[in-house]
């Protein structure tokens, strides 16, 4: 049972909580310093249960969904809105601002994946959920809709613009249906499972392609696809991939050198035209250096990525689930009670039983 440790921060029950594909680099070991102890989960709502003495934005019984990221809302980047790269919650010197249960490297706090959550900062993360909203919505405005939206925003999409979506996992397909939002004019998305790609087809109404059965080579395919100009933007909703026991250590300290292959960034920065952007929300590791670097060069390419800042986004995001623009919560398509996390994880990991997004649920 976690504790009021500052007077900033509230205690909130968990309602709902979701597993990420973020979660997926924790539970391969590709993120250092992931310590045994510490509670995963950075997708989560709930009810407000204890508030410490500087709380004024929220109160007890509030239904809030907490934004994946842990910010302070007063340092030099909290207040251009880069909640995402706060300062203060992260003293780990790290590149990234605080996240909940993701490891020593992004603040070390518990996330919630548990019954009950300690929430630093109260004042800033946290948001009571707007009268009327499922909170199955909710939930996925902690980090999904954002991060999807933020790819196709750092994309630069213009009007008309071709967009290539690499991974049709749930942020991939958000950004897949948000890159319309900024005007795109064809969006395709590629993944190697079938029934996602499929599901995104629908859901984002854009073009859907297996990169293992449907080409030879995702780069020239792209280039055929695109009068060999290559994509005006492509996004990476990948990241780094699984390459099994990839930890070094060194000094002492747990040190990522080459935990993962980045295929997707490589396919993105080789299949976006001259001059273009590629979107990265994929997660890498703090030292994954895997860019071809010298093709950034000689195209002349803006590479942007961020993690996802929440709070930015969330009014207009906000607004667009309420007029029926965005649909969160049709990418659920499991239901776990808590004590089944592990099976929940094995089947999102393994991609079984068609599954896109797991919610666990908790006895109310
Ligand atoms: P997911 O694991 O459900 O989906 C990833 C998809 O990529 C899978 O469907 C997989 O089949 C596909 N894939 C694997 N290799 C590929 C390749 N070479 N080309 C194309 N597709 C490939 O994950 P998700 O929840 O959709 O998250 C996607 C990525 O976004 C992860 O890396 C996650 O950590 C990251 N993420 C970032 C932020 C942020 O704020 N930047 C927030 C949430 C998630
Ligand atoms: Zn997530």
């Not at 499972?193 to 395919?221: G, I, Q, S, T």
């Not at 930015?312 to 029926?324: A, D, M």
Request: hydrophobic letters at 40%; glycine letters at 12%.
């Amino acid at each position: 049972m976690p504790e009021i440790k500052h007077p900033q921060d509230a205690i909130v029950r968990v309602t709902r909580s979701c597993i990420c594909g973020s979660d997926l680099h924790l539970y391969n070991g590709n993120v250092p310093d992931t310590r045994v102890g510490t509670t995963f989960g950075h997708e989560f709502c709930g009810i407000v249960e204890e508030v410490g003495p500087e709380v004024t934005k929220i109160k007890v019984g509030d239904h809030v969904l907490v934004p994946f990221n842990v910010a302070c809302g007063e340092c030099h980047f909290c207040k251009q809105g880069m909640f995402g790269n706060c300062h203060e919650s992260n003293t780990q010197a790290s590149a990234v601002g605080g996240i909940f249960g993701y490891s020593h490297t992004a603040g070390g706090y518990n996330g919630g994946q548990a019954e009950y959550a300690r929430v630093p900062y109260a004042n800033v993360g946290p948001t009571v959920i707007p009268e009327g909203m499922d909170p199955d919505d909710a939930v996925l405005l902690t980090d999904v809709v954002p991060t999807g939206y933020q790819a196709a925003e750092m994309a630069g999409i213009q009007k008309g613009d071709t967009v290539v979506v690499f991974g049709a996992g749930p942020v991939g397909i958000m950004a897949a249906r948000c890159s319309w939002l900024f005007g795109a004019g064809r969006v395709i998305i590629i993944d190697k499972e079938d029934y996602r790609l499929e599901f995104a087809r629908n859901y984002a109404n854009c073009e859907a392609y297996n990169f293992e059965k449907d080409m030879d080579d995702p780069v020239v395919f792209i280039k055929k696809q695109t009068d060999f100009m290559g994509a005006d933007c492509v996004i990476d909703a990948v990241g780094a991939e699984a390459a099994g026991n990839a930890m070094q250590t060194i000094t002492g300290r747990k040190l990522l050198l080459q935990a993962g292959s980045a295929t997707a960034m490589h396919w993105a920065i080789n299949s976006v035209k001259k001059g273009g952007v590629v979107s990265v929300v994929g997660v890498y590791g703090p030292t994954d250096n895997l860019i071809p670097m010298g093709n950034v060069l000689n195209k002349g390419l803006t590479i942007r990525g961020n993690q996802a800042s929440v709070k930015r986004l969330l009014p207009r995001l906000i607004e667009h689930v309420q007029n029926g623009v965005i649909n969160p919560k049709a990418l659920i398509t499991h239901r776990i009670p808590l004590e089944e996390v592990a099976d929940g994880y094995r089947m999102f990991s393994a991609k079984l039983d068609n599954c896109i997004k797991p919610l666990l649920v908790f006895p109310s």
